[in-house]
């Protein structure tokens, strides 16, 4: 059976739709599992198992030091020690991205909002919107993809927004997260869309 690692995975989307197929997918996080699927759940780092043999990677690396949303607290004359202290943790975070790129895995799939890593590195294979797969929500989600083919969109739908009041259009999903507590809030916007989710595993999963 063909063994496929979801690195930085704690909701377990991609893993369950891995499963789904019949592949032996394990979602690993140094968080607990919210998928309700521990058997299929490495709660630890995830650098060390890069080291054993997969036969395709997905990867979400942290995006907080890396996505352009970010940018404004880099200001060192503004910010001080505070935005310095970011610069040094966007080069961890920039490093722990590229060990993916670098691992010796022949399919790889990286993960990422719009960010810094498209100069750091290369610009992505691709930019997908999760209106794309099925799910009415706006999201610019970058993919760098090794040996894999780009996702072909499965249903395209209308995105829904929220209007404020200056006129300004928010996704729903931004503002359904406001809701939250800031620990809540990171966790939520980081899970994948049900739709892309779908998509990796159906369209990936078939290459196993």
Known sequence: MKKVLIACEESQRVTIEMRKLGIEAYSCDILPCSGGHPEWHLQQDVIPLLKEKWDMIIAFPPCTYLTVTGNRWFNIEKYGNKAIKRYKEREKAIEFFMQFV??????????NPVGIMSTKWRKPDQ???PWMFGDPQSKKTCLWLKNLPKLKPTKIVEPKFYILKNGKREPVWHMDSLKLPSSERAKLRSKTFPGIARAMAQQWGKLL
């Open 102 to 111: 670098n691992t010796d895995c022949p399919k790889v799939a990286i993960e």
């Open 127 to 129: 930019i997908i919107q």
